[in-house]
């Protein structure tokens, strides 16, 4: 059993950056594929960025390549994603998951949830 809990959330005008984090617990964090994913209301879950706890692999939406970085700390049992130049588009609930399989941009994918944590970008 895996447990995510993520923070970093808030209210930024855009342009402006945020830094989210996702702290798990359990032994095997880093053999985990973790990945983030955002949902805004009346729409599907969407992948944002995934890292491989095995090979260090990273996918990104189009979206957000050039903007977004993804990393781990598994000493820490940390994922993080910074997040530059933020647009308005990118205001979300964002979800931390994590997943014993194959890196993926697909939520079923992934095993385990955080709680998600709002992001606003003012226009």
């Known amino acids: 059993q895996v447990q995510l809990v993520e923070s970093g959330g808030g209210l930024v005008q855009a342009g402006g950056s945020l830094r989210l984090s996702c702290a798990a617990s359990?032994?095997?964090?880093?053999?985990?594929?973790m990945g983030w994913f955002c949902q805004t209301p009346g729409k599907e879950r969407e992948f944002v960025a995934a890292?491989?706890?095995?090979?260090?692999?990273?996918l990104y939406a189009d979206s957000v390549k050039g903007r977004f970085t993804i990393s781990r700390d598994n000493a820490k049992n940390t994922m993080y994603l910074q997040m530059n130049s933020l647009k308005p588009e990118d205001t979300a609930v964002y979800y931390c998951?994590?997943?014993?399989?194959?890196?993926?941009?697909?939520?079923?994918?992934?095993?385990?949830w955080g709680q998600g944590t709002q992001v606003t970008v003012s226009s």
């Open positions: 359990g032994r095997t964090f880093s053999y985990y594929s």
């Open positions: 998951s994590a997943g014993p399989t194959i890196l993926t941009t697909r939520a079923t994918g992934y095993t385990y």
């Open positions: 890292i491989s706890g095995r090979t260090g692999a990273i």
